[in-house]
T-cell receptor
Framework: DTEVTQTPKHLVMGMTNKKSLKCEQHMGHRAMYWYKQKAKKPPELMFVYSYEKLSINESVPSRFSPECPNSSLLNLHLHALQPEDSALYLC?????????FGEGSRLTVL | AQSVSQHNHHVILSEAASLELGCNYSYGGTVNLFWYVQYPGQHLQLLLKYFSGDPLVKGIKGFEAEFIKSKFSFNLRKPSVQWSDTAEYFCAVGYNFNKFYFGSGTKLNVKP
């Protein structure tokens, strides 16, 4: 199994909603990542978890809250988002210095 | 902060033309280097990677890249492009085990 699975694939939410994005991998990778990709832009690193501990937070606003419940799961909790947060959110994992990406969750904030 | 630069933002080629996309990075330590491709409406796919050893690496679909340490470069090449290579190409650099950063991307349009 060499997949990173992200759910939901599409999410539409209002600015007052609370929602979560989920990511799962069963490759035994101990580093997991959230990236944000706007249209026609490169992926931007948001958070890195290493051995289930947050190791990198790239100055992301607190309306994005990551969580790593165990070594296979990574969540991104969303609250009070802004329309400019609409983007493709990519989860990735790595073990041997190579990133494996999921297909992403496309988020639209109304 | 470390940076990854892709100087070609938009490249237009005819089929069978040769391709070279530039990538430079600023980190002076040990790095892992990658090229990813993103076809329209699809997710990122790994084209090729360099960790160590032979600086000329071959990837999928006839792509190759050369690591030149003295120039901090990792340019992507393909001798003869096809219409199906139309996509966006991202260079990425990994360092300190779990830090990965992407260049701004190069959009390639191949005319049939």
């Amino acid at each position: 199994d060499t997949e990173v699975t992200q759910t939901p694939k599409h999410l539409v939410m209002g600015m007052t909603n609370k929602k979560s994005l989920k990511c799962e991998q069963h490759m035994g990778h101990r580093a997991m990542y959230w990236y944000k990709q706007k249209a026609k832009k490169p992926p931007e690193l948001m958070f890195v978890y290493s051995y289930e501990k947050l190791s990198i937070n790239e100055s992301v606003p607190s309306r994005f809250s990551p969580e790593c419940p165990n070594s296979s799961l990574l969540n991104l909790h969303l609250h009070a988002l802004q329309p400019e947060d609409s983007a493709l959110y990519l989860c990735a994992s790595s073990y041997t210095g190579e990133l494996f990406f999921g297909e992403g969750s496309r988020l639209t904030v109304l | 902060a470390q940076s990854v630069s892709q100087h070609n933002h938009h490249v237009i080629l005819s089929e069978a033309a040769s391709l070279e996309l530039g990538c430079n990075y600023s980190y002076g330590g040990t790095v892992n280097l990658f090229w990813y491709v993103q076809y329209p409406g699809q997710h990122l796919q790994l084209l090729l990677k360099y960790f160590s050893g032979d600086p000329l690496v071959k990837g999928i679909k006839g792509f190759e890249a050369e690591f030149i340490k003295s120039k901090f470069s990792f340019n992507l090449r393909k001798p003869s492009v096809q219409w199906s290579d139309t996509a966006e190409y991202f260079c990425a650099v990994g360092y300190n085990f779990n830090k990965f950063y992407f260049g701004s991307g190069t959009k390639l349009n191949v005319k049939p």
